[in-house]
Nanobody
Framework: QVQLVESGGGLVQAGGSLRLSCEAS????????IGWFRRAPGKEREFVAS????????LYAASVNGRFTISRDSAKNTVFLQMNSLKPEDTARYYC????????????WGQGTQVTVSS
């Protein structure tokens, strides 16, 4: 089992920044990737970014590439999502997940943290 707890969401104006954190515990070594996903009201969940626990192999959705940065602190078992130049369309509940592939097939999920970007 892998437990994931997100934090750092909130309300921010367009153009602002937020940093999300995902603290992992349990059998983290059993999974290769940590990813961030989001789901906006009325929309399907979408991939945002992922990173290997080793720290390399980052991958981003086209919609966030150049604005968001994923990183990890292996000593703290924590993965971060730095979000800059936020747009109203980034409003969603953000989830971190753990899995074996970079973009899909995640089987451990956190409860999510809400990000709201006002125009």
């Amino acid at each position: 089992q892998v437990q994931l707890v997100e934090s750092g969401g909130g309300l921010v104006q367009a153009g602002g920044s937020l940093r999300l954190s995902c603290e992992a515990s349990g059998r983290t070594f059993s999974r290769i990737y940590i990813g961030w996903f989001r789901r906006a009201p009325g929309k399907e969940r979408e991939f945002v970014a992922s990173i290997r626990w080793s720290g390399d192999g980052t991958l981003y959705a086209a919609s966030v590439n150049g604005r968001f940065t994923i990183s990890r602190d292996s000593a703290k078992n924590t993965v971060f999502l730095q979000m800059n130049s936020l747009k109203p369309e980034d409003t969603a509940r953000y989830y971190c997940a753990s899995g074996l592939m970079p973009r899909a097939g995640y089987d451990y999920w956190g409860q999510g943290t809400q990000v709201t970007v006002s125009s």
